[in-house]
Nanobody, 120 residues
């Protein structure tokens, strides 16, 4: 089956950087869009950025500047480069992929999440 798996989370000090990766695998015909979201305890999941298979990028307004999304279509991987991290960036980061499968079905797939903790 289709899987979406994140990696690269961890603990970093304020001002540091992290790069998250997310790879999709399985019976995939095309990945129409990939994106990153995050969620803190007690809050709704919020969008960070998305990128289409054509390279169109959308950032949530509040995430512009310190976050950069990129994608490698050949490896079905999306990245999130995070710079100048702040304690309020502490959250579970989720990868999302809108995938058209080999059976011609499209739906959103989510990863299990990766924890990012920024210490002050």
């Amino acid at each position: 089956q289709v899987q979406v798996v994140e990696s690269g989370g961890g603990m970093v000090q304020t001002g540091g950087s992290l790069r998250l990766s997310c790879a999709a695998s399985g019976p995939i015909f095309s990945i129409l869009r990939m994106g990153w979201h995050r969620q803190t305890s007690g809050n709704a999941r919020e969008l960070i950025a998305t990128i289409t298979n054509g390279g169109s990028i959308h950032y949530a307004e509040s995430k512009k500047g310190r976050f950069t999304i990129s994608r490698d279509n050949a490896t079905k991987t999306v990245y999130l480069q995070m710079n100048d991290l702040k304690p309020e960036d502490t959250a579970v980061y989720y990868c999302e992929a809108l995938i058209l499968t080999l059976s011609s079905r499209s739906r959103d797939y989510w990863g299990q999440g990766t924890q990012v903790t920024v210490s002050s």
